[in-house]
């Protein structure tokens, strides 16, 4: 029994092990079963581990001992090894019992704590296959075929339930946090502090004490939440860290009753500056993304709803080059009623509706979450017929151009030149030759910002709201008629949008 | 499994605490250092019970701390393969469940669970049988067997399985409601 000799490589806690070892022999007598399945074991506690513990046990040990420490471990593993080859056929009938008489080997699902769950052996330590899933538990790891598995579980489970998975990104999606330390002055004075400090249970704006940050709730994330989990199986997905993540989904969901165990966070991702869908249990074609950055899904571009980045502090406004009073300096915020979550919840709704509803005829299960994406988005401005007019570098190719490429999957027909079917002619100047043909043929002549703004807000949006502005009223006229007209027709939600907009105008 | 054995641990000693209390000094340090610990080869220490003999100490040069071999009694914990444990589950999910015996992690997963209960997404996750008679979910106790441990020096790792007789639900919280 290698537990026996153990005690002759550490020579401090000799009395001890003795003891330990004698009891074990003793109790492994009486424990006939335990008996086949003891060979093995010692082997689960690697060489490594092993170590560790002798270094524990002693402190301070002498050069010499380490060597013939060293010379004692390895004839140990040697021995294991041995063990190990023996202990194959008792091992096979340690689990025979359970998994009636198998001779296949054991497929290793997955693993806990580096044992495989299904047949109890330790993974292979060389040859780590599988995707971790550090969030629903530490130290799981789970095989592909097994998440193929389980998803294709989940899939029938939650189609029977009439809900599709939604993945939630939290900064300028969800909320916005800023630093304690980059609060401005005049936020400071606005008293934006002691807003978070106040015990008001309607109140969206805390301090994270241990993290030393403020988080800014969008407004109306909390029916947002209530509403989506009816139809979704919902994920916090963030590239922050975990104890942010997690700090941010307890004010979020305060009962745990919408992210039991789905809050993924940075340290879960298997690709560097990547989200992806590999370590969430719900499949592909059922998963619908809410985030505010394209490029971090790359793989899954299908799946994402892009959303319009919520800028609440100033610190934030400044990480991304706005240059203007933050929503909290000029106490604003985003209308609850039609804000970007109001608006993203309907076309969730939407979304959903189609999903369901279209596939009373065909199999739920051949449904694509993504194609209805695509639909629903198609519908925005069905329809329209547009032309740009220097609107693109001259010797760009026009169809390759991201305006382009948006106005056609809002389901708009794009062309290049003008003729009587042409709904909209998309301008920033009022001198060009198609501009003053569209004034001239009664058609309707916008800015590009119309068909950004009806990509955020999935929705067509009035066109007199998009003037193209008289080329007399430049520079400094326009960001102003812009920054004004945006903000008490769209509300406050267009501010940053048409801000950037500007800022591109201005600085080119 | 539980152990009442006896080992021994090296301590170093800050001279500052050489004096009248130093024994006391010793211990107490030797229970902050050691419970809770674990060790691959005999588990987690539950607790120290008594501390049998501190042998001589030796000074270190340079620094002026002393070493002191110390032998305590303790309880250690200690799980093994094909050993029948109860544990309190803590999590489930579409896996399986993770249960609780102590400081030990056991992970039983859906492999391991018997064919008939099926798992029940919902507000309490579950697995629960065919016939709704038998219901897994969280804070039921189990009574489970090892197939596998894994001890590092924080943690220990267990896989359970609960298909084979005489194994699973003992208690059921929701039975009571």
Not at chain 2, 44 to 71: H, N, S
Request: charged letters at 25%; aromatic letters at 8%.
């Amino acid at each position: 029994m290698s537990l026996a000799e153990a005690p002759s490589s550490s020579p401090s806690s000799s009395s001890g092990s003795e003891d330990f070892a004698a009891l074990l022999d003793a109790e492994l007598e009486l424990a006939s079963g335990a008996d086949s399945a003891f060979p093995g074991d010692p082997s689960s506690a690697s060489p490594a581990t092993d170590d560790e513990g002798e270094e524990e046990d002693s402190e301070e040990e002498v050069e010499v001992e380490v060597l013939e420490q060293n010379g004692a471990k390895r004839r140990r593993v040697e021995e294991q090894r041995q063990d190990q080859g023996m202990s194959i056929s008792p091992d096979k009938f340690a689990t025979g019992p359970s998994e009636n008489v198998q001779v296949e080997l054991c497929p290793h699902p997955g693993y806990f704590g580096g044992l495989c769950f299904r047949c109890g052996k330790p993974q292979d330590e060389e040859d780590v296959s599988g995707v971790a899933f550090g969030y629903i538990h530490k130290g799981l790891r789970l095989g592909t075929s097994e998440i193929d598995r389980l998803r294709g579980a989940d899939l029938k489970n939650l189609l029977r339930e009439r809900k599709l998975v939604l993945i939630l990104d939290l900064d300028h999606t969800l909320i916005n946090s800023t630093k304690l330390q980059d609060i401005s002055s005049a936020e400071n004075e606005l008293g934006i502090r002691t807003a978070a400090l106040k015990d008001d249970p309607d109140r969206s704006i805390f301090t994270l004490d241990s993290m030393q940050m403020l988080t800014k709730l969008r407004p109306f994330v909390r029916k947002f939440l209530k509403e989506a989990s009816n139809m979704f199986e919902m994920y916090i997905y963030t590239m922050g860290d975990k104890a942010y993540a997690i700090e941010i989904a307890k004010l979020l969901d305060p009962t745990n009753v919408y992210f039991p165990s789905k809050v993924i966070s940075n340290s879960d991702c298997t690709q560097r500056h990547q989200k992806g869908l590999d370590v969430i249990l719900g499949a592909e074609s059922v998963a619908v993304i809410l985030d505010d950055t394209e490029y971090v899904w790359q793989k899954h571009k299908e799946n994402l709803i892009l959303m319009e980045r919520y800028h609440y502090f100033a610190s934030s406004c400044r990480q991304f080059g706005f240059g203007v009073r933050s929503l909290s300096e000029s106490m604003q915020d985003e209308r609850e009623s039609d804000g970007a979550l109001a608006t993203v919840l309907n076309v969730l709704k939407r979304i959903h509706a189609i999903f369901f509803d279209t596939a009373a005829e065909t199999d739920l299960s051949s449904q694509d979450v993504r194609q209805v994406i695509k639909t629903v988005r198609k519908e925005v401005l069905k329809g329209c017929k547009l032309v740009f007019s220097r609107v693109f570098p001259n010797n760009a190719r026009p169809q390759e151009q991201m305006m382009w490429k948006m106005a056609e999957h809002l389901g708009a027909v794009c062309s290049t030149d003008v003729d009587s079917t042409v709904t909209h002619v998309v301008a920033v100047d009022l001198g060009t030759e198609k501009a003053r043909w569209a004034v001239g043929n009664k058609k309707f002549l916008v800015h590009p910002r119309w068909i950004e703004a009806a990509n955020f807000r999935w929705h067509r949006q009035p066109e007199e709201d998009f003037h193209v502005i008289p080329p007399k009223e430049k520079s400094r006229d326009k960001v102003n008629a812009g920054l004004d007209e945006s903000e008490h027709l769209n509300g406050d939600l267009q501010v940053f949008r048409v801000r950037e907009y500007v800022m591109r105008i201005e600085n080119p | 499994m539980f152990f009442h054995i006896v080992l021994e641990r090296n301590m170093q000693l800050h001279p500052r605490h050489f004096g009248p209390h130093l024994r006391d000094k010793l211990v107490s340090k030797l229970i902050k250092d050691v419970e809770g610990t674990c060790s691959g080869r005999h588990g987690f220490v539950v607790a120290i019970t008594g501390v049998e003999d501190i042998g001589k100490g030796l000074i270190r040069e340079g620094t002026g701390y002393v070493t002191f071999p110390v032998k305590y009694q303790c309880v250690v914990f200690r799980p093994f393969k094909g050993e029948i444990l109860e544990a309190v589950v803590t999590m489930v999910n579409k896996m399986g469940f993770f249960a609780e015996a102590g400081p030990v992690q056991i992970f039983v997963s859906n492999h391991l669970i018997p064919d008939d209960m099926e798992f029940q997404s919902g507000d309490v996750p579950n697995y629960t049988t065919s016939d709704g008679s038998v219901k897994i979910q969280k804070e039921s106790e189990v009574r489970l067997k090892i197939i596998g441990t894994r001890v590092d020096a924080t943690e220990i790792f267990c896989i359970g399985t609960i298909k084979d007789d005489f194994l699973g639900v003992i208690s059921d919280p929701g039975a009571a409601v």
